[in-house]
């Protein structure tokens, strides 16, 4: 089965060269995990990154089954950040794979799953499974309202999220800027 691969492109241009290499590289993937229904690249230029070696950015999505796998990459070139992306949605997949695949939903005991992993896997999934918090930031939020907060953001920076204190609702929300130029709204509940 060929995998079906949609490009898109922000504030660049899309020629032969980049889409060869796009198929190239992201029709490997389809070796390690076969049941992708959509592989969706979006490749872009941000000029207003706050590091110029961040301003090229491929992210990669692949929708399948029951799962969304994700990854994104920035670096001075696109063909860098593309294959970075590639190597990232690689682990992703292995990852992905190993605790779909090799779950004790048949009811075998975390024993036998254990002895199935050889040291030199369990090492590396243990270095990949443990994410490292690298910045932790504190912040007061004052009260506003969602208009208060979209114009708190723009006069901010902040292209992708803000987080605020919601005075209407009592509550932190998180305000997003969607791909379409318009904003969502993220108003959490504690279940």
């Known amino acids: 089965m060929s995998m079906n691969i949609e490009i898109f492109t922000r504030n660049l241009d899309l020629?032969?060269?980049i889409k060869e290499y796009v198929h190239k590289k992201v029709s490997k993937l389809e070796r390690?995990?076969?049941e992708v229904e959509e592989t969706r690249v979006d490749l872009a230029y941000v000029k207003s990154a706050r590091n110029a070696a961040d301003r090229q950015v491929a992210q990669i999505t692949l929708r399948g089954p029951g799962?969304?796998?994700r990854v994104e990459e920035r670096s001075d070139d696109l063909f860098a950040a593309i294959d970075e992306a590639i190597d990232k949605m690689q682990?992703?997949?292995s990852r992905y794979k190993g605790k779909h695949y090799r779950g004790r939903g048949d009811g075998t005991p975390a024993s036998a799953v254990a002895a199935v992993v050889s040291p030199a896997e369990a090492q590396e999934t243990e270095e990949e499974e443990m994410p490292i918090i690298a910045r932790r930031k504190?912040?007061?939020?004052a009260?506003?309202?969602e208009m208060e907060a979209i114009e708190q953001m723009k006069l901010l920076g902040h292209e992708n999220f803000f987080v605020f204190y919601?005075?209407?609702t009592n509550a932190i929300n998180?305000?997003?800027r969607r791909r379409d130029g318009t904003y969502g709204l993220i108003e959490p509940k504690i279940g």
């Open 15 to 17: 020629n032969d060269r």
């Open 32 to 34: 390690l995990i076969n």
């Open 67 to 69: 799962f969304i796998l």
């Open 91 to 93: 682990r992703q997949i």
């Open 138 to 141: 504190t912040f007061t939020l």
């Open 143 to 145: 009260p506003m309202d």
């Open 166 to 168: 919601n005075a209407n």
């Open 174 to 176: 998180v305000l997003y």
